[in-house]
């Protein structure tokens, strides 16, 4: 079993910055992959980034490719989201789930362990 608590969102203005935290519990989180995805008022979820259990294998999403990093501190047991750039149209609830696998994924049925969601809201 993990549980997800994200942390980090907020406002910001276009063209801002926020780091995203997801912090997990459980030993065996060093051996999950964690995936970040969003979901806008009125739209489905989508998928932002993936980062495999040793921080090898990351996808992006191409809308925030080059203005999002994902990395994770096992150590820790966080998963970070970097996200540079925003964007008003970057506005959503984020969350961060996780699943014991290999490689990433970027379908959310790929994920059995998901956190509740912190706000990002970008002002243009």
């Known amino acids: 079993q993990v549980q997800l608590v994200e942390s980090g969102g907020g406002l910001v203005q276009a063209g801002g910055s926020l780091r995203l935290s997801c912090a997990a519990s459980g030993r065996t989180f060093s051996r999950y992959i964690v995936g970040w995805f969003r979901q806008a008022p009125g739209k489905e979820r989508e998928f932002v980034a993936s980062?495999?259990?040793?921080?090898?294998?990351?996808y992006y999403a191409d809308s925030v490719k080059g203005r999002f990093t994902i990395h994770r501190d096992n150590a820790k047991n966080t998963v970070y989201l970097q996200m540079n750039s925003l964007k008003a149209e970057d506005t959503a609830v984020y969350s961060c789930a996780a699943d014991h696998k290999v490689f990433p994924s970027s379908s959310a049925d790929e994920y059995d362990y998901w956190g509740q969601g912190t706000q990002v809201t970008v002002s243009s």
């Open positions: 980062v495999s259990w040793n921080g090898r294998n990351i």
